[in-house]
Structures are given as structure tokens and as C-alpha cells.
């Protein structure tokens, strides 16, 4: 097949989808294209996470082998490892793999890597779930709060020193953060456990450290948000029919307002999940961050492997949820997305 | 009841319950373990947080006193020697925690296991002599059920095979585990003071003190006083959260190093100071067509460098010269090297220049040197930055002050592994290993023969022949050849030691000492819970 032809069929290929897809209604169509995008993405996690064993400086088998393996040893470690074939082979066996969920066994631990993914995710998913719950329960009513009050110019100073406070909360690092916390309310005062997860207070300093960055991200969304709409021609007609505060509050401003909120929640819990790598170390908190970090300093490929394909599925999945569930709420969305 | 005594009855049940928590915080202790462990089978582990868990859950035959003295454990009394053939007789109470008599013919089992090829037990060659490999050819093991005894034969003699059954790869193993080792990849099989009650993967392991227990090494039963009936393993990578959760009194036992060893420190609580059986050393590359072919080359780059500033900016001071590559402390170090050390391979910059220009390099006006034919001499430095990148840049500067050219190579752990082990692509380097045992035999497969270990291509043939001798007889005779094969190592400037490193254990309401004496590991029998 000459290249012009493999044009004119690409066309006609890709004519026929746009046929196909046309004839659908919205939703279908959205849903479809999603999926595609979804697929796509997930091809280029897993290439990524392929690669990354072959990118990364040292040699598995070596690591695997140990430092005291002979060369015999070491060559045995690399057949096992499928390290002796090409390169699209060892691909084909990745995927096969992931595929049958079976990324592999830990060099140091000797575990499945599904197993420690297992052990660990509900662990990760308490605490980010956690921070959620507290970005969501403190930036919502802070954020709306703020707005209200710092409405039309009102309140310079409040406003100056909530976007102070909320700004250098942002840039805080996590690890920061929670070696700061670990600080003062373990060490110092003595009031909050440093780590011990059977102690049920265990996870209030670690969820607040990974909240803290988003509670304050979330608060200035959510005030802006709220100026905006107190603005609104609708709030105006409201306060002129005389409507309790409260009704316009919970009936016209804040359905507006979650919706910004939720939308943004989806994405903070995806960044919650990247916060927890660091966080769960400062705090011995046993969750995947924790394992991963450990694997990256002792070069322990399947692990880091397994645990970023992980995230990176996870948070693919977070976002399409989001998109969806920004199409449910918002139907002009699904408009926008043709 | 009227309220004034309900209030009495609430306020008497709740100082009940303080003073049943009280004594259950009292007989529990936590403990610091630095990473996961890799398999609880004792054999096969090759991590010092195996060898942790291993002497927490298993019995050896014999075990080492604080002076480094043989002392009983399992094993009661012995006859003979590595030699030829080493017979030991059995304490008969010794149970193992899941009920099944430990009886002569289960140790031999687990003593055949321990060494048969099959097993892949990385480190068993330490306990029979000989370099890293198969080691079933190199012993047989047999049993008398009545006289409640077991005994090794050799087939290769080996002096220090007693010192070689107190290490915790010679854990023997109860029937259960021997009949299928599947059981010991997470779980213990063992004779030893705890039990697991409580395995929670990267996380925490309880071990539970078993009652029956009155076998122990020094006469130890885990009804003594002070004795912990909880010890919970702590599993904390982050050696900062270690420090804080000890500080915040939610760990009794920990190890830290750096900034936060002088944190801990400075709370004064009670510790124990090791030095690691092995050592750091410098070394030069010596494969085929290097610049660290010449001797006159590796003796200048030896004395470049002071091993003093380098303990003090790597280590903050804390660790033991050693002239060779064991510590002071291991069997048959000989003090007498120490002015072969100075002569060879001391510090002394002035002299590394003159040994320069005596072997035709010459300095430039710029500094720097050139061989023969002008072309700069040029030393590839490869480091992972364990010391810290301070220590990284002392070498450079020392090298480039006596007029080398580095090309600096700070790269990860496994990247300097890659070109140690594979490529050879490095001319300097320094190597540090700390086995647990203080036998310089463990240590060899980094001086000798062709092993991926001996990475500086050493190949010397007294020392080669030196030590062979010191592994096949005992005592004296045995030192004083290992004392002739470092000193060939020395004079040959195949290395440069530098020192052993200094470990520390803090405890909270707690004393221990070392497992013996070995800095990885801090000993459960020891451990005694103590007032506040």
C-alpha cells in the first residue's frame, strides 16, 4: 500500500468513525471519547513503567543477584528477570503480566508486588481519603465564609490576610509541613502519636499535613468562586425579593459553589495521593508511598514498577470520573467536549 | 448504691485499669527495625533485618560473649574442633514453639540444610571456611539421639567453625520448617525465646515471649526479671521518624545516624557503641591496561588521601582505624601492621608527589600531571555519596592537590554497583563491608579470585596463599598467617584501609548489648527492661 493510500484509508477510516460517532447520541459519544482518551493514556503509563526499568542506572539482575553473585548468578538472575530478549518481547510479557494483575516479585521483600499493593492501598486510601474529608469540610465553608465577608471590596484587611495565609500554606512542601507537625505536636508537646498506627490518633497529624496544601488551594477557589456568584444578577434579584440570607445561601449560592468544589475535589484527591509518598515516610505511616520510596532507594524495580502504575491508573481514573461526573452535573460539558 | 459510692467504684475501676495498662506497658517493648526483611528463613536471609528477627525467633548452638568468648546456647558442652570433626552435646530441654521436641536428629537436619546447594543460603561459607560457593562437599553431619548430641565433620578443615555456628545464618531450624521451607518465607520455625504473634508486612511483627523457654545462651529464661514478653518491631525507613518517635517515647530501641544520631544523643538516654567487623578501604582498579596498574600510581593516590579527614567529614569522627580490611576487633588483627600501613599507604601528600615524579610523571605549570607522552593522568572517581557529598569532594580535592586529574562519577547506589560489579569503568573508589561475623575468612572474595566481589581485580599471590593456610589450621598458627597475607596486601599497595564504622543503639527503659558484638544487630536475650 502506497502512502497516499494509506491516507485516503486513514481518512476513510477515520470518516467512518466520525459517521458512526455522529449517528450516537451525546452521551454515547462523550462516553466513547473518553474511553479512547482513557485507552490512550493507559498505553503510555504502561510504555512509561516499562521503560523505567531500562532507563534507570544499574542492573536489575545485579540487584536482584545480590552484590555477592557471581557472573554465572547474575546471568541466571537476567533470563529469570526476561532481560535476555528483545526489547518488544519483554514488552509483550509486561503487558501479558499487568494484564493477569501480576507485576512481578519485590527483590528485598521477596513479596508479590500485587500483594504489597494489597497490603498497603487501604492504608494509602485512608489517608487520602482522610484529607479529603478535611479539605473538603474546612476550604468549602472557609472559602464561602471569607467570600461572603470580603464581598464588593469589604474587609480589606481579612481579605489580605486570608489570601497571606493561604498563599504561603500552598507553597508549603508536604514534607515540610510534616516534619514541622512531627515537631511541635509529637516531640515537643507530646500530645499526638509521631507514627504507631494502631493508635486511632495515629492519622490526624499525617492527614494534615498532605490537607493542608489543597484546604488552602481549595479555600481561595472556592472564595472566588463565591464572589463570583454573589455578583450574579440572580443573588441580586434574590436579596431584592428579600429573601432570607440563608435561603440565598444554601439554595442559590452554594449548589453553584460545590459544583466548582466537587469538580476540583476529584483532582485534589489525585494530588492527595501524590502527597501521601512523602507524608506516610515522615510519619512511618505503612501505605504505598511509604513502600515505594524504600524501593526507589534500594533500586527494587518491580515495586516502583508496580506502585506507579498504580497511581497512575488510579488518578487516570479519578479525572474520567471527574469528567463524567462534571457531564452528569453540568450537561453544557458534554457540549463543550464535542 | 447511692452516687457517692458509684463514684468511688468508677474512680477505683478506672485506677484499675491504669495499673493493668501500666503493667502491660511494662513488659512490652518497641523496637527500631530499618527496613522490611527480605525471608525468615535464617538460612537464606542475607539482610541484617533478617538476622534480627532470626535471633529473635531462633536458638544457635553456641553464642558469643561480650568479650567474644564461644559461650553454650543449644549446644551444652563440645568435643574437638573445625579441624577434623566438632561434637556437641545438646541442651535435651529445648523445645521448639510449635511443641515439637528439638532432638539431635532435628539439628542435624537443620545443620545438612544449612549448607546443602539446594538451600542457596548466600553467607553459610562464613561459618565452613572457604570462599563464596557451594559448601555442601565441605562438611557431613551426623546424629546420636540417645546421647542427645550432633557431629560436623570436615572434609575441608576449618579453624573457626565454632565462631561460624554463633552467626545467625547457623539459626537452627525446627522439623517443621525443614519438612517445607515454604513455611519459612514469612513465618518462623524456631527454638528461640519469641514466638510470632503478630505479622503485619511493613509495618510491625510482634513476637510474643514463650513461657517455656529456659534454654538460653548465658542461662537466660524469659521468666528472668526485666525480661520484655512483647517485643514489637517497628518497621521506620526514615531514620528522622525514627529519631522523633523515639524522642516522643513510642520507641525503646533505635539506631540513627547524621543529624539525627546528635539529636537522639543529646537526650542522654542509654546506649550501646559497636564497630563493624569489617571496614572501609580505598582501592584502585587494577584491571588490565588501567593507570592503577602501576604501583607507583596507586601508592600516590594512597597517600593523597588522609583517612582521618575522611572519618571526620563522612563519619563525624565516629569510627576505629584499622590497617586492614577487618576492624581492630576481628580474630587475629594484628596491631604490628600498623607501621607497615604508615609506610605504605599513610597520609602524606609531599611523599605522593615525590613517588610521582621518581616513576616519570611530570607536573605542569598549571598543576596538574602528565605521563610520558604528556597526556594528563586522569583518575575516574566512582562514589554513591554514602559519606555525603562533602566527603566526595575531600578525595577530589586530596587527588588534585597531589596533581591528578578526577573525572568525578557521584552517582547512585546503583549505578556505582553497575561499575564495581560490570563495566570496571572506574579507576578510584572506596568500598565499605561489614559482615557479621569477626573472622577475616568472611572477607577474602574481595581480595581473591575471580569473583564480580574482588572488584579492584586484586590478585596477589602470597596473600592468595597466606590465607588458604590461616583457614585450614587454628589458634596462633591461623593468625599469624593471616597476619603474613594482610601484610602482603599492604606491601603490594593493593588497598588502602581506612577505618571500621562507629554504630550506635539507643534505649529507652531498656539495656542490651550487641549480638555478638555485631553493629547490625542488638541481642533479645540480653535485653532487660529497667525503671524509669
Redesign the interface.
Known sequence: MTSSQALQRHSADSGTLARLTSRLGPWPRFLLKRAASLFVVLAMLLALTFLLIHLAPGDPAVRKAGIDASAEQIEFERKALGLDQPLPIQFIRYVQGVARLDFGTSFITKQSVTEILQQRFPRTFQLAGTGLLIVMTVSVPLGILVGALTREGRNRRLEVAFMSLTSTSSALPEFLTATFLAFIFAVTLNWLPVGTTQKSTAIILPAISVSLRPVASLARVVRLETLNVLAQDYIRTARSKRLPTYVIFTRHLLPNVLTAALTIGGLVFAGLLGGTVIVENVFAWPGLGQRVVDAVFNLDYPVIQGIVLYFGVIVVLINTAVDILLALVDPRTLVLSE | MNRRMYVFLMLALFLLAGAVAAQEASTTI?AHLT?????LDPHVT??TLGYQLAITFYDRLVAMDDDGNIIPSLATSWEGSGADALTLTLNPDAVCADGTPLNAEAVANSLSRMGANDTGA??VYRTLGGA??ATEERYSVSHDNDAGSVTITMHEPFGALLVGLAMPWASIICPAGIDNPDLL?EGPQGSGPYALAES?????YVAQARPEYTWGARGTTTADEGFPQTLVY?????E???A??F????LNIVTVSGADFDRVAAAETFAVNGYSFGAQWLQVNKDEGLIGTDPAIRQAIFKAVSRAEYLDVGFGGRGLFTNTFVSPLALCYDEGLDAVYDEAAGFDPDAARQILADAGYATGADGKLADADGNPVVLRLVDYGRAGAEAAELLILSLEDVGFTVEPHI?????Y??RL??TGEWDVSILGVNPPVPLPSAMV?YFSGG???NTASTANATFDAEFAQANVTAGDESCMHWSNAMRALLEDLEFKPLFSEERTYFGQGVEFTLFNNYTGTWDPITTRIVGE
Not at chain 2, 527496613?35 to 525471608?39: G, R, S
Not at chain 2, 517497628?234 to 526514615?238: G, H, I, R, S
Not at chain 2, 552517582?411 to 549505578?415: Q, T
Open positions: 518497641y527496613q522490611d526483611f527480605d525471608i542475607n539482610t548466600p553467607f563464596a560457593g518465607i503485619v508486612r511493613g509495618d510491625r517497628q518497621v521506620v525507613d526514615n528522622t521518624t525514627a522523633n518517635l524522642l516522643a517515647g513510642e552517582v547512585e547506589f546503583g549505578g554497583l553497575e560489579l560490570r572474595g569473583g564480580a566481589i
